[in-house]
Every structure is written in C-alpha cells, then in structure tokens.
C-alpha cells in the first residue's frame, strides 16, 4: 500500500486523459456512451444507470492519484496501484469543501469512477487489441468509533498507473484549474495544455473535430456558442483564446500561452494578442477583454487543426515572422 503524501504537491496530470473523451463534460446523470474513434485510436466509455459516467469532476481523483505517485517517484519512494488517504487530503487538494456533503459527494465520485468501464487501443502494441478497465478497481472507506470518515484505499488501475510513471505521459497544470467551474472549460483547459504546452506560436482546432474530441451531448450549435463565449471571458489559466475563421466559413478556435506573448519574436513586448480574422494572421480585435498594445501579424507554424500531434510537434522551424502595427486593425 501507498500512503498519500503530506503537503502542498503539484497538480500533474496524466496527458492521454488531457487529449481524449473519458469524461461526461456535464453534471447531469449521463448513462449514453462514448464512442471515439481516429485512425487507430478507439475509446469506448459506457456507464451503469445507478451512477452514470464519471464527470471531468470526478477526474480530479485521478489528478490528485498521479500528483501523488509522480511526486513519490520522483522523492525516490516505492509507490503502488493501492493508495490510501484521508478524504480530507483529496478534498483540500483538489480545492473542495470539507463539510458532510462534500465527503458525500467524494464517495459518489468513487462510485462512478468505479462503475464506468473503459475499452481503449491506447497505447496497445496493436490497434486490435483494447484494454478494459474502470478509473478506481475498487475502493474502501474506513470510519472511526464515531461513524466519521477517516481513510479511504483505493486501486488504480493498471493502465493508468503505467502512463503517470512515463516522464513523458504526464504534464503539471496550474493550480487554478480547479477553480473553473464549466465543464467545458475544463475540458478544454486540458486539452489547450496538452497541444499548445508552452509553444510561442500556438495551436489551432476546427470547431468541428474540437466538438468531435469532447464527445459533448450538446448539439453543435450550443457548443459552438459556448467555445466564442470561453474565448471572449478569457478564463484559461495561462493561456490566451481566440476565434479564427478560416477560408468557407469554418471557425477555428486558437490558443497560445500567455507566457509566449511576453515578447515577441521580433524583440518588442507585446500586450495581449487574440487569434481572429483571417486564416493565418493575428492581432488584437478592437473592443476584446485584452490589454492595449500593437498588433503583431504572425505566420503561425503549427496551427493545423485535424491532426492528432503532441504539443512536442512543430511544422516548419517552429518560428514565426511578425510585423508590427499600431493598434488594431
């Protein structure tokens, strides 16, 4: 058994779990399943009536799981699948409550972590083969003489435990992810941090293949609506959005992260810079929630939509060529 860590660890998350559907993006009871399927990758996620499918909420266990083996591997301790805790522990990490219905609402996401099946070809030797298995094996509450909880074990799953012990599977995300309160927004947060990373110049979705991706129950129109609203809040830790329209009329949805837009490539600073417009050129939309600054028109390297890269995967030299302006255009 593994005993949970003491202390205030980085949230780290497992990058599979960032890129695909796994999780209801709503609170609502989900029982419909996921069916996801691109080039030889295939996700097959169903849930029982009683509970219904594990939510992107009920995914922040698993980060804190990963966050805790992550930081026991790398301290040089022996970890395991079987992990015991305090719901105290869980709670104050993933930003929750403490009271009474808080612990209730922990042990109703064990249970629908616990009762949604998986079937994937993810990381299989042969897309052929699908791996089956639930996010929690099975778990156990421990009370006190009192009837209070006082520890919970639970069993990670194998496939699971193998991507957060891969350097090369796991990825810190800020803090501040818990405080988003869409489901939506979260789910997008994930994926924005597993394909644009830190890069300067960016990633850029199709609306299209990006509600393909959530595996959302909302017909297309809401979802498209909701992804421009994301982007005009700006709520993203770390990471700027923008509405690009693409030539045919298809919208795009960009993103960079904010730490790129500290200077720009051509040496000046830039304020804030929102992907809009025109294929391939970016600049600050008048009357956008973004500080003042010039625009930059940019050549993006590595804004394709439809392809299933890491954000490791760069087109061309990774650098693109900008010119300045006053204002917006």
């Not at 830790?237 to 500290?262: N, Q």
Request: charged letters at 25%.
């Amino acid at each position: 058994m593994f005993r949970a860590l003491p202390g205030d660890l980085a949230p780290r998350d497992a990058q599979d779990l960032m890129a695909y559907p796994f999780f209801a993006l709503a609170k609502t009871h989900r029982t419909t399943p996921i069916d996801y399927r691109m080039n030889d990758i295939a996700i097959r996620v169903e849930a029982v009536p009683e509970h219904g499918m594990a939510t992107i909420w009920d995914a922040d266990v698993l980060i804190w799981a990963a966050s805790q083996i992550v930081q026991a591997r790398d301290s040089g301790l022996r970890t395991s699948r079987l992990m015991a805790a305090t719901p105290y522990e869980i709670l104050t990490f993933i930003g929750r409550g403490t009271s009474a219905r808080d612990y209730h609402r922990l042990k109703a996401a064990f249970d629908r972590l616990q009762s949604t099946t998986v079937a994937t070809s993810l990381r299989q030797a042969s897309e052929r083969r699908m791996h089956r298995f639930s996010w929690i094996n099975e778990w156990t509450e421990h009370a006190d003489a009192h009837g209070n909880a006082a520890g919970v074990d639970l069993i990670v799953p194998d496939w699971f435990y193998r991507a957060v012990l891969d350097d090369a599977l796991v990825l810190t995300i800020d803090r501040t992810y818990f405080a988003l309160t869409g489901g939506l927004e979260r789910w997008l947060y994930r994926l924005v941090r597993k394909h644009a990373g830190k890069q300067r110049a960016g990633w850029r979705f199709d609306f299209r293949h990006l509600y393909m991706k959530s595996a959302s129950l909302s017909p297309f129109k809401r979802f498209a609506f909701e992804l421009r609203d994301i982007a005009r809040r700006q709520p993203l830790p770390g990471y700027r959005l923008g509405v690009d329209r693409a030539s045919g009329g298809r919208e795009l949805l960009a993103f960079v992260s904010t730490a790129s837009l500290s200077t720009g490539s051509c040496g000046q600073a830039v304020g804030a810079v929102v992907l809009s417009g025109t294929a391939s050129s970016c600049y600050q939309e008048p009357g956008a929630a973004f500080s003042d600054g010039n625009s930059v028109a940019c050549e993006p390297p590595n804004l394709e939509s439809n392809q299933e890269e890491s954000n490791e995967s760069v087109v061309g030299d990774g650098a693109p060529q900008c010119k300045t302006g006053s204002g917006a255009r």
